[in-house]
């Protein structure tokens, strides 16, 4: 084994014809992230520069009936079962409910979820409850209103806490929680943030901090792993391995104090789960990209406006998988970050 690369099994030729999504090695991409939008009203350090980007031109980005139309392909023709709206912040697209209730509409209807810092979730949730929305992940680093400022550079804690209530009012629940925890800003917060979840019902998870942010500042030892996560929540909880097995879910989890309450570890840097991915993903311009990691992306708006038929987008959807690595390759000397940050390509 090289570096993180996982070892793979060979997919026979029927196993690909008749498993949607399949993979060289084994896989099947059932689980696709929908980038709605590269635009955020945040600016997490871990993720985008102060000034924010140069968003991708409005001509460049699918339509509301194009995102449609993709994802019903991909539930119809290719074995989507579950579609999560992410970007950016999907929340500034203001097709979202109208895009999930489309999605909710399809036969078979698949399970559908949102990631969002939850600013405008107050406003929305209900509507979006209403349309159809399954589940939503609420990404939330800190209970502090300055250490939010600090990572966010915004003053918005309090609209983020609202906007997590709004969503468990609304009935969307669980609500999950994703945290980063960064080296000297808020890695001393790890049980203060689990306490602060558990009172309020919510589902955390903590994130290692990935190499795809805008600016090309991660650095490995920097980075919190999850080794250094779980002796922080050890220090405060009693934690034992769920009893479920692990599967394709990034995280793993713990029973906190001997449960039912659970906490989730996503170690996509020190232990990587690509050997059991089954994601894909669709950015906002409607490029297909196999892995969060990947360099190369297939172009599926270019062939919808030139009219391209369901049957052709859905093999240029299927020849995309082809390319998709056996692992992200961090840990290889070799890595090379994407050209798009995780803003761009949904996270
Ligand atoms: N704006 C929404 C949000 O923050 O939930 C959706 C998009 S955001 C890119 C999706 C997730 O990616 C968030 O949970 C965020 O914390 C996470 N994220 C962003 N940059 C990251 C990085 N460099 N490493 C790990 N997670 C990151
Ligand atoms: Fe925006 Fe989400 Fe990136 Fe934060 S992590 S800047 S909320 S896209």
């Known amino acids: 084994m090289v570096g993180d690369m996982p070892s793979v099994t ?45 968003w991708m031109p409005t001509a460049e980005v699918l339509t509301d009936d194009e995102v449609v139309r993709l994802v019903r392909i991909g539930v119809e023709s290719l074995g989507i079962t579950e579609v999560r709206f992410t970007g950016g912040e999907p929340l500034l697209r203001r097709g979202l409910p109208a895009i999930i209730d489309a999605v909710a509409g399809l036969d078979p209807r698949p399970e559908i979820s949102l990631t969002t810092n939850a ?37 918005r804690l ?13 009935g969307i629940t669980p609500v999950k929680v994703n945290a980063v925890l960064l080296r000297g800003v808020n890695d001393d917060q790890a049980p203060e943030l689990l306490e602060y979840c558990l009172a309020h019902g919510y ?19 920097e980075m919190v792993t999850a080794e250094e996560i779980f002796a922080a929540l050890e220090s405060a909880f009693v934690l034992t391995a769920a009893e479920e097995p692990r599967g394709s879910a990034p995280a793993e989890r713990f029973l906190v ?10 170690a996509s840097v020190t232990r990587p789960f690509c050997g059991a991915c089954d994601r894909v993903r669709l950015t906002a311009d409607g490029q297909v990209r196999n892995c969060l990691f990947a360099r190369e992306e297939s172009d599926l708006r270019t062939a ?42 949904g996270g």
């Open 158 to 170: 309090h609209d983020v806490l609202d906007g997590m209530a709004a969503a468990q009012a609304a």
């Open 119 to 155: 600013l405008g979730l107050t406003r929305t949730a209900e509507a979006l409850a209403a349309a159809g929305l399954d589940r939503v992940n609420v990404s939330l680093d800190t209970i502090r209103p300055e250490t939010f400022a600090r990572i966010t550079r915004r003053d």
């Open 10 to 54: 060979p997919v026979t030729a029927a196993t690909q014809a008749s498993a949607g999504l399949a993979d060289r090695h084994g896989r099947v991409a059932t689980d696709l992230r929908v980038s709605l939008t590269d635009r955020c009203n945040l600016r997490c350090s871990y993720c985008m520069p102060a000034e924010g980007l140069d």
């Open 257 to 266: 104090d001997g449960g039912p309450a659970t906490v989730g570890v996503i």
């Open 304 to 345: 919808l406006r030139a009219g391209a038929d369901d049957g052709e987008i859905a093999e240029r959807w299927r020849a995309a998988m082809m390319t998709k690595l056996p692992g992200h390759g961090i840990n290889d000397p070799s890595f090379l970050q994407p050209a798009r940050p995780m803003s761009a390509i």
């Open 203 to 221: 589902q955390l998870r903590f994130i290692e901090q990935m190499p795809l942010d805008a600016q090309h500042d991660w650095h490995r030892g």
